[in-house]
Nanobody
Framework: QVQLVESGGGLVQAGGSLRLSCAASGSIFSINTMGWYRQAPGKQRELVSSITSGGSTDYADSVKGRFTISRDNVKNTVYLQMNSLKPGDTDVYYC?????????WGQGTRVIVSS
């Protein structure tokens, strides 16, 4: 089992920055990929960014150049640095950890970007 705890969401003005953190505990040795997803009410959850255990990253086109994902394997934590935030980035952000057998989700952290 893997437990994920997200933090760092909040209210920010357009153009501002936030850093999300996701701390993993439990069977962390089994985690391959970690990622951030976001979901607006009534919409499907969508990938924002992901990072493999080897450090390979992937980003949604809408956040490329603005968001940076990183992973601290010592602290078992993945970060999402979000810069130049836009009102369209307003969503609940979820951390996901994937092992060879299943995926785990955090409880979500809300990001609100005001115009």
């Amino acid at each position: 089992q893997v437990q994920l705890v997200e933090s760092g969401g909040g209210l920010v003005q357009a153009g501002g920055s936030l850093r999300l953190s996701c701390a993993a505990s439990g069977s962390i040795f089994s985690i391959n990929t970690m990622g951030w997803y976001r979901q607006a009410p009534g919409k499907q959850r969508e990938l924002v960014s992901s990072i493999t255990s080897g450090g390979s990253t992937d980003y949604a086109d809408s956040v490329k150049g603005r968001f940076t994902i990183s992973r601290d394997n010592v602290k078992n934590t993945v970060y999402l640095q979000m810069n130049s935030l836009k009102p369209g980035d307003t969503d609940v952000y979820y951390c996901k950890a994937t092992t060879n057998y299943r995926s785990y989700w955090g409880q979500g952290t809300r990001v609100i970007v005001s115009s």
